[in-house]
């Protein structure tokens, strides 16, 4: 997700984007989606939330991570951080066939701070603590790190009124323990 940091508060779809250069195409996608829209079409952008699966490399590498006892999350542990089971994404993506035009947000019910998130997969891979990355060395990550420790508390609030969908996964705090067995 391209929000700006958004600190403590809920980002709805109207959120401030802030988009590096290497998200560009995000902006473009985005663009032809209004266009068609405006040209009577049906446009449709679903803006999805870290994607959680237990065979997704980036899922691997943070159950990875945490069993050498770091936690994989960067920025604030204060920071909230937003995810999706790639379960429930596609299950939007077939609420989405029947949603009006318009940008929607697709994410977790109850996105958790960075510290209960690193706390949960913690337990998960049977770890009583994982340290966090000094704040110098997360910053050698260059702009994909700054996006990373942005706080994004999304709301995917719209997308539910207008679809009926829910996630079965409702927040990721939940769902480590089933990733990490898998």
Do not use: C, K
Request: no cysteine; hydrophobic share 45%; proline share 5%.
């Amino acid at each position: 997700m391209t929000y700006a940091d958004g600190g403590d508060r809920w980002l709805g779809e109207e959120a401030p984007v802030d988009r590096p250069a290497f998200a560009a195409t995000t902006a473009d996608a985005e663009a032809a989606a209004r266009r068609f829209t405006e040209a009577g079409g049906t446009g449709v952008v679903l803006r999805f939330a870290q994607f959680v699966a237990a065979d997704s490399t980036h899922t691997l590498a943070a159950v990875g991570t945490a069993r050498r006892g770091i936690s994989p999350f960067l920025g604030d542990p204060s920071g909230y951080s937003t995810w999706v089971d790639a379960d429930d994404a596609a299950a939007a993506v077939v609420a989405a066939l029947g949603v009006a035009p318009g940008t929607w947000n697709v994410a977790e019910d109850g996105p958790a701070t960075r510290a209960a998130q690193a706390d949960a997969l913690a337990r998960a891979v049977g770890r009583a603590w994982l340290r966090q990355v000094p704040a110098p060395l997360q910053r050698l990550g260059g702009p994909l790190a700054v996006m990373l420790r942005r706080s994004l508390r999304v709301s995917n609030h719209s997308f539910q009124e207008a679809t009926g969908w829910t996630p079965a996964v409702r927040s990721s705090v939940d769902g480590w323990a089933a990733v990490a067995d898998a």
